[in-house]
T-cell receptor
Framework: AQTVTQSQPEMSVQEAETVTLSCTYD???????LFWYKQPPSRQMILVIR??????QNATENRFSVNFQKAAKSFSLKISDSQLGDTAMYFC??????????????FGKGTKLSVIP | NAGVTQTPKFRVLKTGQSMTLLCAQD?????MYWYRQDPGMGLRLIHY???????AKGEVPDGYNVSRLKKQNFLLGLESAAPSQTSVYFC?????????FGPGTRLTVT
């Protein structure tokens, strides 16, 4: 079974600073995807960034980037130039194929990030 | 293009009552999913569907039933609600790896 561990229940960062959220996972699969989702108080799940396991290059989306270490099974999220709107719960998720083209997402327990003015 | 919508947004049930949550998507996606989110937890997969007329169990299926009679709709049913089913329920749909989530339904069972 896959497990996803986020070891930081809560974090805070000053506005405009950089913060890194940690995520490790355990799997025997070789083909999978990794995601970071943001959940603001509105409850909506918003995709922040994704990484395909077969790609060595780390994904980047504007101020968000990941450090993907496949051998170590580590997938951390770096947020640069933090903004007040980044305040949210952040979930790391592992996706594996279920078959017939469908996929299962396994989520970590989340990290609550607060951006301080 | 509304994406994924869920009805209702909030509901309070008494123990033993039944209800159905509706998920609708207008993106013509083949695959749909139901998750639950409990405090301090990430989302956990309840049931999923790989196409119209097909459903399968996920990680936590007990106490729930689902149906996918139309491609755009995925229904989640609780036949006899229990307090342990108090949660926020999310529906998602996809045609590839990225899952698009609905806004969630907060269900309280007293």
């Amino acid at each position: 079974a896959q497990t996803v561990t986020q070891s930081q229940p809560e974090m805070s960062v000053q506005e405009a600073e950089t913060v890194t959220l940690s995520c490790t996972y355990d799997t025997s699969e070789s083909n999978y995807y990794l995601f970071w989702y943001k959940q603001p108080p509105s409850r909506q799940m918003i995709l922040v960034i994704r990484q395909e396991a077969y790609k060595q290059q780390n994904a980047t989306e504007n101020r968000f980037s990941v450090n993907f270490q496949k051998a170590a099974k580590s997938f951390s999220l770096k947020i640069s130039d933090s903004q007040l709107g980044d305040t949210a719960m952040y979930f790391c998720a592992f996706m594996k194929p279920l078959g017939a083209g469908s996929y299962q997402l396994t989520f970590g327990k989340g990290t609550k990030l607060s951006v301080i003015p | 293009n509304a994406g994924v919508t869920q009805t209702p947004k909030f509901r309070v049930l008494k123990t033993g009552q039944s209800m159905t949550l509706l998920c609708a998507q207008d993106m013509n996606h083949e695959y749909m999913y139901w998750y639950r989110q409990d405090p301090g937890m990430g989302l956990r997969l309840i049931h999923y569907s790989v196409g119209e007329g097909t459903t399968a169990k996920g990680e936590v299926p007990d106490g729930y039933n689902v149906s996918r009679l139309k491609k755009q709709n995925f229904l989640l049913g609780l036949e006899s609600a229990a307090p342990s089913q108090t949660s926020v329920y999310f529906c998602a749909s996809t045609d590839r790896e990225e899952q698009y989530f609905g806004p969630g339904t907060r269900l309280t069972v007293t």
